[in-house]
């Protein structure tokens, strides 16, 4: 069963995605004020605030969501797992940053253009359990009722020795 990643861990994994693939772009983070996720200086000097927004995947909706939902001074950049490319030409549209971490960082301000491929930087799946597969009310009440009304004896005794009745 996979479990949804909490906001914060999201968030602390595209920081350090967005400062690798910067790094590997020759581009220097530096401290980000307040309200900034992160921050560039430019080649031309200039430090640009990036504001980063994480999610796993991004469709056009999602997309259209981020932009109407910008505040702030600094650079949105939407950071994702998988980007779709209609997403992608909606964030370019509107002239907001993205790292598809499948591998393309994109970014542009009138100090800075970046548009290039990147190491491919997938998240790790650190929230996944598979430790208590069967859970709640519902997957109990379907895992009892295939052991009471087997397709085969012997999958019955299976259950029920599994179940740790006789």
């Excluded at 590997?24 to 430019?42: K, M, W, Y």
């Excluded at 998988?82 to 009138?110: N, S």
């Excluded at 895992?143 to 020795?161: H, K």
Aim: contains cysteine; hydrophobic residues 40%; glycine residues 8%.
């Amino acid at each position: 069963m996979t479990q949804r990643t909490p906001n914060d861990v999201l968030e602390r994994s595209a920081i350090e995605a967005v400062a690798t693939a910067l790094a590997c772009a020759g581009i220097a983070t530096v401290s980000a004020g307040s309200g900034a996720n992160l921050a560039v200086r430019t080649p031309s000097g200039k430090v640009l605030e990036l504001e980063l927004k994480a999610a796993s995947r991004v469709d056009p909706m999602q997309a259209r969501r981020f932009v109407e939902q910008m505040e702030g001074s600094g650079l949105l950049v939407v950071v994702a797992d998988e980007l779709t490319k209609a997403a992608q030409a909606e964030l370019r549209r509107a002239g907001v940053g993205f790292l598809d971490r499948r591998g393309h960082l994109f970014l542009r301000d009138e100090s800075l253009h970046l548009d290039l491929d990147v190491e491919p930087d997938p998240r790790s799946p650190s929230t996944r359990s598979t430790r208590d597969p069967i859970r709640g009310g519902a997957g109990i009440t379907v895992a009892s009722a295939s052991c009471s009304t087997p397709v085969s004896p012997s999958v019955s005794g299976s259950c029920r020795a599994a179940l740790g009745s006789r």
